[in-house]
């Protein structure tokens, strides 16, 4: 430790006057410097090297979990426990850019409508891809206010398959994103459950007459009950946390390609999650398909 401490700092300070102060031996100094590093070091360096891209790929988003978990998976990088991967992050100062805490949102009802009932009933599996879709609404912060973002998430893969961004809270940004759903998705209506909160936009005539022409069979969250929704809440936890709290957006637009950014290059192609067995929606409907197909 005192050979690194004078090598570290021997542009400060005359390496001659170190080795006086902490009682070592020039000769003894020199001999360690020229001395090849040895196995348990080089690969300590290859170590830290590799948790520094799996960090920086990941938007500085991934924890010490995650990049063990994408050690294991990348060829060309030096696998290592999560410990290991811990003390790396902890020496190069890394660590997630993720503050914890977790707060749903919720929408205004319409009094006047009848939202359908709870099938879902918080069973947030499926076993095939448009078998249980799931929606929500959420804010983001922009210089002039405030901008929606709504989604339609698959439960089966945890894919984001339609979005849509309005300044406005009205029924068409709910629509715009169940249109791209059903045009990017081309779902069997009659297989597919639709799950969403008891917001007005989706209890609007307009928005139950296209799941009806579909033949989309319709659920809904009780009152009160925002775990019923739980793994669209959690997106929104996860975009707000690992994203867009950590951005400035000015317009709507610059809003829009910052969603665009995390949805399409980062979450659905890359993240790793823990639901998926630390794989990213894409690959594990890419794993599914030849099942599918058989």
Known sequence: MKHAWIKKHRDSFPVAVMCEVLDVSKSGYYAWVDRPPSPRTQRGERIRESVRRVHADSHGIYGSGKVAKQLAKEEGLER?????????MRQMGLKSRVSKGFTPTTTQADPTKQP???LLDRDFEATAPNQKWV???TYLAVAQGWVYLAVVLDLFSRKIVGWEISDSLATPLVAGALRRAIESRRPIGADLLHHSDRGCQYTSDAYQQTLRAMGITCSMSRTGECYDNAVAERFFWSLKHEWTNHEAYATQETARLGVFKYI???YNRERLHQSLGFKSPDQFETEYAPVLAA
Request: glycine share 0%; with cysteine; proline share 6%.
């Open 264 to 266: 399409e290059t980062f």
């Open 80 to 88: 290592a426990c999560r410990n290991t991967v811990a003390r790396a």
């Open 135 to 137: 929606t929500d609404i």
């Open 116 to 118: 359908a009932p709870n």
